[in-house]
């Protein structure tokens, strides 16, 4: 069974770091592309960005390039989303997603997301 | 970036009864849309990918169609689980990009 688990969620000041990680297990995380997604309190889902299984391409949402860094260890089975220059807006929660096997930009499964709270 | 837009936002019904949701982009996206399902302090779920195709172990009672810039998702008839937030998704280019989402509840 495909397992997700988001953490690193908290409370940061604006202009703060955060680092997201995501432990993923029963598959094979090298052979996957995966993503972040984030949804703000009250509003809809927001793609953030995705990496390949190798780590080798990586896609970002505009509204977080620059301030924000993906990456894995494929040793590890773990997703990282280093997030800088923290913004009140960039208050969500945040969930890691697997690659669809169909395609790798669909997200199948979610994790159960990690709650960041930029605030002062 | 391909703007989704979903509609109804918010569509009441009673269990059983035929649900209808609509999902139109801004350009042409051919086949290459997925629709989710979420409910509150959950995950979100894949159900439907590529327009039409189920994702793995989803109810017959949902489908999806479309094509272009025109989709839609279809319950046939709605179970008390069903009664969520659904939510479209394009990957035809990036940003990838979601739709506003339609509210299903109970009437």
């Known amino acids: 069974e495909v397992q997700l688990l988001e953490s690193g969620g908290g409370l940061v000041q604006p202009g703060g770091s955060l680092r997201l990680s995501c432990a993923a297990s029963?598959?094979?995380?090298?052979?996957?592309?995966m993503s972040w997604v984030r949804q703000a309190p009250g509003k809809g889902l927001e793609w953030v960005s995705t990496?390949?299984?190798?780590?080798?391409?990586?896609y970002f949402a505009d509204s977080v390039k620059g301030r924000f860094t993906i990456s894995r260890d494929n040793y590890k089975n773990t997703l990282f989303l280093q997030m800088n220059s923290l913004r009140a807006d960039d208050t969500a929660v945040y969930y890691c997603?697997?690659?669809?096997?169909?395609?790798?930009?669909?997200?199948?499964?979610w994790g159960q997301g990690t709650l960041v709270t930029v605030s002062s | 970036e391909i703007v989704l837009t979903q509609s109804p936002a918010t569509l009441s019904l009673p269990p059983g009864a035929r649900a209808t949701l609509s999902c139109r982009a801004s350009?042409?996206?051919?086949?290459?849309l997925a629709w989710y399902q979420h409910k509150p302090g959950q995950a979100p779920w894949l159900l439907i990918y590529?327009?039409?195709n189920r994702a793995t172990g989803i109810p017959a009672r949902f489908s999806g169609g479309g094509s272009g810039t025109d989709f839609t998702l279809t319950i046939s008839s709605l179970e008390p689980e069903d009664f969520a937030v659904y939510y479209c998704?394009?990957?035809?280019?990036?940003?990838?990009?979601f739709g506003g989402g339609t509210k299903v509840e109970i009437k």
């Open positions: 997603a697997k690659g669809h096997i169909g395609a790798y930009n669909y997200f199948d499964p």
């Open positions: 998704q394009q990957r035809y280019s990036w940003p990838l990009t």
């Open positions: 029963g598959f094979t995380f090298s052979s996957y592309a």
């Open positions: 990496i390949s299984g190798t780590g080798g391409t990586t």
């Open positions: 350009q042409s996206i051919n086949v290459n």
């Open positions: 590529d327009a039409s």
